[in-house]
């Protein structure tokens, strides 16, 4: 063998190697848009939250809002320039609830003389007059909703031991409820949409994509309201002329909030339910029908994309069985 031959031997090759490079650069493009995606949507996007402060008096409605990201989202709201209209379950928590945000926003010229209103609703329960509910507010030019009303209790019961009554709240918390509550609203909203941009957010769950043990249904409804956001901003962008009112799900991980059984310490992956509000406002207007606010929780997302279904089961599954552990024991149960 000569120096032609190895010359000749190492050429076929190339080309191989050459479609190789063309695959591997072909396969890399939907990673670098990913990550410049990521980049863009977290870290350099302007924000456009004032694009929804239009009309005489813009509001926004916050749901389950007396406590954890709820209140801290209405805080936030209130501080970006917005009336607000606050959802509870208890009068007294509630009216604690509006004193506290006054005081935060006292010396913020404009925040402070924003109109606080707000209305009581066990969002557990059924048969609501949803349009009784909605009245006194039927003049507001409304153009954010947040539906952060949910949650799941940690318990050690599978579905066959919970009784009807107690599943069918749990729907109704976390699916039914910002359902019906859209559905009053629709109008009101569509209305406000002559004027600027409109959102409705469902606050959803990482769980609602893993399905951990023990919250199964907790799951299939902010798998629902995932859904639900996808068909309702198809209803009001495609099928006739654009009404301007968008929906988006947010995903959410873990974040801190006092009112938990077993709360989480704060930290990078679970922030303070302040520092989530923030991001959370941040999401009005991203344009994303789906968006982790927060982006710790999006690379998490991606993660448990990337790493599978059987990784991920096992990895909840020992997760819920502490987190269940503990809650037992803060109730003081067996
Ligand atoms: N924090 C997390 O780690 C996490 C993770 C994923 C998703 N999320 C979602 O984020 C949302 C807020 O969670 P959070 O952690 O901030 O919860 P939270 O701190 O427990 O606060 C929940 C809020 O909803 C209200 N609420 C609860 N049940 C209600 C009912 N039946 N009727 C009316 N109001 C009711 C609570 O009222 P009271 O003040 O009277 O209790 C409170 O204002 C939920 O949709 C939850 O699924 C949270």
């Known amino acids: 063998m000569n120096w032609n031959d190895t010359i000749i031997s190492i050429t076929l090759p190339i080309d191989v190697v050459k479609y190789i490079f063309l695959l591997g650069i072909g396969l890399s493009i939907p990673i670098v848009y990913r990550v410049l995606d990521f980049l863009w949507l ?3 996007r302007p924000s456009s939250v004032k694009r929804y402060l239009h009309g005489n008096a813009s509001y926004a409605v916050v749901t389950g809002a007396t406590d954890g990201i709820g209140k801290a989202t209405a805080a936030e709201l ?18 604690r609830v509006v004193d506290e945000l006054r005081a935060a926003v006292r010396g913020q010229e404009k925040a402070e003389k924003a109109d606080i209103r707000y209305f009581i609703a ?4 059924s048969g609501h007059d949803f349009a009784k509910m909605v009245a006194p507010f039927k003049g507001l030019h409304i153009t954010v909703v947040i539906h952060n009303v949910g949650g799941s209790d940690l318990l050690p019961q599978r579905i066959d031991q919970h009784t009807e009554e107690y599943l069918t709240s749990v729907v109704n918390k976390n699916a039914f409820f910002s359902l019906f509550l859209t559905r009053a609203l629709l109008p009101q909203l569509r209305r406000a949409a002559h004027s600027g941009p409109v959102q409705v957010l ?3 769950s990482l769980a609602g994509d893993i399905a951990p043990p023990r919250v199964p249904l907790y799951a299939a409804s902010k798998g629902f309201l995932q859904a639900l956001t996808r068909g309702l901003d198809n209803d009001e ?3 006739a002329r654009p009404t301007g009112v968008h929906f988006t799900y947010l995903v959410v991980g873990a974040v801190h909030s006092d009112n938990h059984d077993v709360p989480m310490s704060p930290s990078l992956t679970v922030p303070t339910s302040a520092r989530f509000a923030r991001a959370v406002v941040e999401a009005v207007g991203c344009g994303r029908r789906r968006i982790a ?3 710790v929780h ?3 997302s991606y993660f448990v994309e990337l790493v599978g279904e059987r990784i991920t089961d096992n990895m909840s599954a020992q997760e819920m069985g502490g987190l269940i552990k503990q809650a ?3 109730r003081g149960e067996k």
């Open 293 to 295: 606010p927060y982006y």
């Open 78 to 95: 209130l501080t970006r320039g917005f009336n607000v209209i606050l959802h509870g379950r208890n009068e007294a928590k509630m009216q």
């Open 42 to 44: 977290y870290f350099l």
């Open 328 to 330: 037992v024991k803060a």
């Open 237 to 239: 962008e495609f099928f």
């Open 202 to 204: 469902f606050v959803g």
């Open 122 to 125: 066990d969002a557990a329960k």
């Open 298 to 300: 999006a690379v998490q």
